[in-house]
């Protein structure tokens, strides 16, 4: 190397390094702007549209570009926004959110607000944008970034895409009392050629997961819904790890949803969206996404301005109702029925909310909703007892016309149309009716699929003390010690409440079954279903919400006061109708005497 050539280097370095110290010193605006959130604004900015914020910084960024200075001016910065409601962390790296918590809302891991923009990375963030289809990478550059209001930013960006040169706009405004939120994303094509990548302009997503993270080796009561409904039918899909699936029928919202806790996109305008996709994908160790993506059409010409409502928050009736009706929430937001979202029965779902009802009537009674389950399961035995009396009573009268059955069966064995003339005769002179045991079965059935699903997603169980120490939250298992390692189908938690509700399973099954004689095959049937079916349970139930347990141990306990009941009263019976048939096989001088 020549000696000229070395000293154009080090010259170099040295106005280099001269620059860097004297141009803060004479040009102090140049400096990178300190957070947003530590900025103090002496007086109320003038708000413009968005379409002249996006043409204002259109021109700047331009401007900064052609002195190629941007680069050096923009640092990578994060902003805060609370509410009463939420805690929001964006980022200007693409305009996004990489953090949202839910402040009236615990994480019982970490006692902190839930955080439902979970497993965000540097190339998954909530609420990033990508041009083209759900395949494209997300948009990294960063974005300059004006802060509207406390409760509102913009993030502005010119963007090279394909060649030519696409201003882009997010902006964010979030209201106190609201889980709602607004995105607004406006595109700016100077060259009125508009955005198209095969149909497609660009797609908006939710986060990767919404949390509270679980296990979902051991948690078999939570998962992951990918929830969509088009103003008239409503559809969740649950998908296995790993997989990708596309919705390419209309609709009006599409999310992800857990068991209590749910994120909605809802477009202003969905004839603008191109299809909807669901991702299961693994990306950060064996925590698999659950996240939401929409396309949106391609658009010519030159300015396009989306609005996207937003909804991150509780999956319950009493905050999602809210927003199905313009004039109970401040944004005036209604029409789109976001209580379909609602984790319900289905088709029971009339009888859920019935039992609602009566649950929160319970409830301002006694406020303590352990309390109230066990209330509620007293209630439902005492209104079901006539039927469960009924029932046990036709059992009886069934047997008493065992004999007589037998005697038609072999009368008529070659003539089956004679035979069912002769047993609804039968039926009738005895005053039997077949059907009547199987009413009260089946209203139970209805009963238990209702309260399992109550019981199992009820909102207000989560973070729910039953008895400090044991039981301090019945949307979870009980556990009295915590092991090291885990055992194999029940997890590291030692619980009781699963060991009693199984031990009062057997007993049930030892006193239902009291008297009822059995042979062969049917003997064995009911051995297997006393002693194996609770056995089964007790693997399938050890991490049950504790609410839940606490229902069906209430109910096995009260089923076996009410079925010692019922055992002594068919005792009687049979007592009395053995006495009858003793004196109708009598001699009539036998009866004198």
């Not at 509410?83 to 305009?95: F, R, S």
């Amino acid at each position: 190397m020549d000696k000229n050539t070395i000293w154009a280097i080090v010259l170099s370095t040295v106005v280099i390094i001269a620059s860097y110290m004297l141009l803060p010193i004479f040009f102090p605006s140049m400096r990178p702007s300190a957070p947003v959130e530590s900025v103090e604004v002496a007086e109320e900015p003038q708000e413009l549209s968005l379409e002249n914020q996006i043409a204002e910084v259109s021109e700047t960024e331009a401007t900064e570009e052609e002195t190629e200075e941007s680069n050096e001016i923009l640092t990578e910065e994060t902003f805060k926004v609370v509410t009463d409601k939420i805690e929001v962390v964006l980022t200007n790296k693409g305009g996004d959110i990489i953090s949202y918590k839910l402040m009236d809302h615990l994480d019982m891991d970490t006692d902190t607000g839930v955080e439902l923009s979970d497993n965000v990375t540097s190339l998954n963030r909530t609420c990033a944008l990508s041009f083209g289809n759900v395949d494209s990478k997300i948009v990294n550059d960063l974005f300059t970034t004006e802060k509207i209001d406390d409760y509102t930013y913009l993030f502005k960006k010119n963007i090279n895409v394909n060649g030519k040169k696409v201003t882009v706009g997010k902006k964010y405004t979030f209201k106190p009392g609201e889980y709602l939120f607004k995105l607004e994303v406006l595109m700016h094509a100077p060259d009125n050629s508009g955005v198209n990548f095969d149909g497609v302009s660009y797609t908006i997503r939710t986060s990767p997961q919404l949390g509270p993270r679980y296990d979902p080796k051991q948690n078999r009561y939570e998962n992951r819904q990918f929830v969509t409904y088009n103003g008239n039918k409503y559809k969740r899909t649950i998908l296995a790890n790993g997989q990708f699936k596309k919705n390419d029928k209309e609709s009006i919202w599409t999310g992800i949803a857990g068991k209590y806790f749910i994120e909605l996109m809802i477009p202003n305008a969905p004839e603008t969206i191109n299809a909807t996709y669901y991702s299961s994908k693994l990306e950060t160790g064996d925590f698999a996404n659950a996240q939401a993506f929409a396309e949106r059409r391609a658009f010519s010409g030159t300015d396009i301005q989306d609005t996207y409502y937003m909804y991150f928050g509780p999956r319950d009736d009493k905050e999602l109702k809210r927003y199905n009706i313009a004039e109970n929430n401040s944004w005036g937001f209604g029409g789109k029925k976001l209580s379909e979202a609602i984790q319900t029965s289905g088709w029971l779902n009339w009888l859920e909310t019935i039992l609602k009802w009566i649950m929160k009537i319970l409830y301002k009674v006694i406020p303590n909703w352990g309390a109230t389950i066990i209330i509620m399961t007293l209630l439902l035995k005492i209104v079901m007892f006539p039927l469960s009396k009924k029932q046990s009573l036709g059992t009886l009268k069934m047997q008493e016309l065992q004999p007589k059955m037998q005697a038609l069966q072999e009368k008529y064995k070659n003539d089956q149309q004679k035979l069912q003339m002769e047993t609804s005769k039968l039926y009738q002179e005895a005053g039997y009716n077949p059907a009547s045991g199987c009413l009260p079965m089946i209203f139970q059935f209805l009963i238990l699929i209702s309260m399992y699903n109550l019981f199992n997603n009820y909102f207000e169980f989560r973070g729910a003390l039953f008895i400090p120490n044991w039981i301090p939250d019945l949307s979870t298992g009980d556990s009295v010690y915590t092991l090291k390692f885990n055992i194999p189908l029940l997890g590291n938690q030692i619980r009781i409440l699963p060991v009693i509700y199984v031990a009062t399973q057997l007993l049930s099954g030892k006193i239902t079954q009291y008297g009822q004689a059995g042979a062969g095959q049917s003997q064995a049937t009911m051995k297997f279903m006393m002693y194996g079916m609770p056995l089964i349970f007790f693997f399938m139930f050890y991490n049950a919400p504790a609410g839940l347990l606490l229902y069906w141990l209430t109910s096995n306990i009260l089923q076996m006061i009410q079925q010692i009941f019922i055992n002594k009263m068919m005792a009687a019976k049979k007592a009395e109708m053995a006495n009858n048939n003793s004196n109708k096989k009598l001699p009539p001088k036998a009866k004198r005497k």
